[in-house]
């Protein structure tokens, strides 16, 4: 199955979306049990349209990234915690939890099966890995399937935000809220994106790179960031949003980390938006996103405009947690906390 063409992509124009490569990995579950790995070349998935996926939403997903070190190794960054993040997810949809064993496992095997397209050390591109969870059983009534389909799929990226690492402005409003105060916001649920949407749209229209979601209860505090969590530093403090309504973010407890490591004092917290008044820095953290600087969040709903870099350059802090990152997942610095696994 293994090819080892190259395959003739300009690396350095990607941008982040979908294309073709050689392999993805499947396993169904029936009768209680995961069955075994199955690779496929095909691109589609055979389904009931009845399926439980399809008509009451049980799906959920996970976004991981490989990364060819200048050693030419691979290695794909906190991949069990992705696996524990899917099986939660899973739980919250009353969904069969992957086993983490077998969601590492078909993580290395598809990586190892589109080898020939993670992006080489200098491009600064990565290979992002798109595991799928679905019920596919035939349900009329509402109520959970018996049978699951996990599929993961791989396929390189370059940066999420066409900006690139550059900063961008993001809004507020209170018209839209992405999730419920109690709902399905901490899980991967692709229900939550879809219900993101009009916002997402409402924001690019108007030149936003994303929507700066406010807490759906109260509408005071700042929640998510578009598909990313959001962080600032203020007063050399990394503050970051204490919410049930938003995905844990991978990335977001790597940053704090190193934020800590950085000898930084770390505060996950309500976060009130008069508060961004006082940062000096802002971030989108996310797989995708990475640490995307913002340049200015503006209120739409009373016009305030928070300027937070003044020059429109980017923040020290972000940009020194932002390298330290990609060196860690890039291999060019040691992994410390165990975050990379590399790919044999
Ligand atoms: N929040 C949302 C809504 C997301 O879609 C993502 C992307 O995965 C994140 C946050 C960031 O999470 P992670 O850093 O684990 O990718
Ligand atoms: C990721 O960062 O992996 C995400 O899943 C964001 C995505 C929805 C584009």
Known sequence: MSNTQDPQIDWKSLHFGYSDTDANVRCYYKDGKWGDIQVETSTTIEIHMAASCLHYGQEIFEGLKAFR???????????????????????????????????????????????????????????????????????????????????????????????????????????????????????????????????????????????????????????????????????????????????????????????RDMGMEVEARHIPVEELATVQEAAAVGTAAVASPISEIDDLDNGTKYVILKDGKIGPVVMSLYNKLRAIQYGDEEDVHGWVTVIE
Not at 146 to 161: D, N, Q, R
Not at 162 to 179: H, L, M, Q, S
Not at 230 to 249: M, V
């Open 69 to 259: 070190g200048r050693d030419g190794k691979i290695r794909v960054f906190r991949l069990e915690e992705n696996a524990r993040r899917i099986a939660d997810s899973a739980k919250g949809l009353l969904m069969a939890p992957v086993p983490e064993e077998l969601f590492i496992e078909m993580v290395k095997k598809v990586v190892k099966l589109n080898e020939r397209f993670v992006p080489p050390y200098e491009s600064g591109a990565s290979l992002y890995i798109r595991p799928l969870e679905i019920g596919i059983s035939p349900r009329v009534g509402v109520a959970p399937a018996s049978e699951y389909l996990f599929v993961i799929m791989a396929m390189p990226v370059g940066p999420y935000f066409k900006e690139g690492i550059k900063p961008t402005k993001v809004c507020i409003t209170r018209e839209f809220d992405r999730v419920a105060p109690k709902g399905t916001g901490r899980w991967k649920v692709g229900g939550n994106y879809a219900a993101s949407l009009g916002a997402g749209e409402m924001a690019h229209s108007k030149g936003y790179s994303a929507m700066l979601y406010l807490d759906p209860k109260e509408k005071k505090y700042l929640d998510e960031c578009g598909p990313a969590n959001f962080f600032a530093i203020k007063d050399g403090k990394y503050i970051t949003p204490a919410s049930d309504s938003i995905l844990p973010s991978i990335t977001n407890k790597s940053l704090m980390q190193l934020a």
